[in-house]
T-cell receptor, first 115, second 112 residues
Framework: EAAVTQSPRNKVAVTGGKVTLSCNQT?????MYWYRQDTGHGLRLIHY???????EKGDIPDGYKASRPSQENFSLILELATPSQTSVYFC??????????????FGEGSKLTVL | QQKVQQSPESLSVPEGGMASLNCTSS?????YFWWYRQHSGEGPKALM?????GDKKEGRFTAHLNKASLHVSLHIRDSQPSDSALYFC????????????FGSGTQLTVMP
């Protein structure tokens, strides 16, 4: 089965600090995504990538950067973390066409708390 | 306004009962629908897709799509405690699109 792994799984950061969330996929998918999950908001797209070297803004990119150095790895970077960025972050990969359009494979999530 | 709206926010059904979850898109561009399921402490997992009008059945799960009204539903018959989870509806505008917009979810609890 498709595998997406995230690290760290839990992170406590201080306001103003830098946080990097990492994601690795072994699916050889071109597309990778970072979502955040908050109660009442579902999953909201932060950044996504079409392949190595590309990053694109999603629906809520402010305060976040992304990096896709290789097909397998996609990082989410918070240069100056704020308490409003306390959330659970999910990485996903996908390459769906036709019947697989919209099929994403998610990691287990990274819980970030900014104090 | 969210492009994908789900109802109800939460739902409780007895074991063996029928659970019905609803989803509506406010954007006619979004015509490919998925249901995702998320158990507590895990990432969401794709449950089933529906792209054509009518019903699609997979085991105890049946999805129904009405493209004219952009309404999709998920019905779970003979609900089991293991079905207790957060269910997301997600929509995509076209085949191969990168876009997948999620609703806010329905929390289903199946009571033993």
């Amino acid at each position: 089965e498709a595998a997406v792994t995230q690290s760290p799984r839990n992170k406590v950061a201080v306001t103003g600090g830098k946080v990097t969330l990492s994601c690795n996929q072994t699916n050889n998918h071109n597309n990778m995504y970072w979502y955040r999950q908050d109660t009442g908001h579902g999953l909201r797209l932060i950044h996504y990538s079409y392949g190595a070297g590309s990053t694109e803004k999603g629906d809520i990119p402010d305060g976040y950067k992304a990096s896709r150095p290789s097909q397998e790895n996609f990082s989410l970077i918070l240069e100056l973390a704020t308490p409003s960025q306390t959330s659970v972050y999910f990485c996903a990969s996908g390459d769906g066409w036709g019947a697989n359009t919209g099929q994403l494979y998610f990691g287990e999530g990274s819980k970030l708390t900014v104090l | 306004q969210q492009k994908v709206q789900q109802s109800p926010e939460s739902l409780s059904v007895p074991e063996g009962g029928m659970a019905s979850l609803n989803c509506t898109s406010s954007d006619r561009n979004f015509q490919y629908f998925w249901w995702y399921r998320q158990h507590s402490g895990e990432g969401p997992k794709a449950l089933m897709s529906i792209f054509s009008d009518g019903d699609k059945k997979e085991g105890r799960f049946t999805a129904h799509l009405n493209k004219a009204s952009l309404h999709v539903s998920l019905h779970i018959r003979d609900s089991q405690p293991s079905d207790s989870a957060l269910y997301f509806c997600a929509a995509s505008p076209s085949s191969g699109s990168w876009q997948l917009i999620f609703g806010s979810g329905t929390q289903l609890t199946v009571m033993p």
